[in-house]
């Protein structure tokens, strides 16, 4: 029989440093142009902040795992976010439709304060009351497992608690070389 120990034991992360490359990595500026080129899905990080609904937009999220249901971003260390989820461990994860390219926009706009507009917010989550985005395509609740700081930003592994979804018919917007856009259906697509 497992014990709550055992299963702790045998799910916290391990940590492994390896030894630092023999081969310098390339400059920075070639790094962002490469990256600049990589096709990625678009989402809103969403907490409180001073008690007022916050998000930034972030291209970093991926899937970390089906079962348990996780996922993985990285952002700035000194952020209004990273400290929200250093101090709650929860937020909220909007996946954007293609529609909302401008609020995207607005809420990754560099040095602006990161606060939602009111028309922005659909209520707020059914689990951890974090704030939900009008016309995203699901609304996840979040809560933090693992944060690493790793240079000047936090890696932060979450769990998945809840995912609304909006039935909204529309293709998630995606970021590449610095613009918003979208996917549409190929003739020979299957549906």
Not at 29 to 48: D, K, P, Y
Not at 122 to 132: C, F, T
Request: hydrophobic share 45%.
């Amino acid at each position: 029989m497992s014990t709550a120990v055992d299963t702790a034991a045998r799910t916290a992360p391990r940590l492994r440093a390896s030894a630092r490359s023999q081969v310098a990595p390339i400059s920075a500026s070639e790094f962002t142009q490469s990256m600049r080129m990589l096709a990625s899905g678009v989402v809103i990080v969403t907490s409180h902040v001073e008690g007022q609904p916050w998000g930034v937009t972030l291209s970093s999220l991926s899937s970390f795992s089906a079962d348990p249901a996780r996922i993985a971003f990285s952002v700035g260390r000194s952020t209004a976010t990273a400290q929200s989820i250093a101090q709650t461990g929860e937020f909220g994860v909007a996946i954007l439709s293609s529609a909302s390219a401008e609020l995207a926009a607005r809420q990754a706009a560099a040095g602006q304060p990161k606060f939602l507009a009111a028309e922005a917010v659909q209520g707020s989550g059914p689990v951890l009351g974090v704030p939900a985005i009008a016309g995203a395509l699901y609304n996840l609740e979040c809560k933090s497992v693992v944060e690493v700081e790793v240079l000047d930003h936090v890696l932060v592994v979450a769990d998945v608690l809840s995912a609304s979804n909006s039935a909204l018919d529309e293709s998630g917007l995606v970021f590449c070389n610095r613009l918003f856009g979208s996917f549409f259906r190929h003739e020979g697509d299957r549906s």
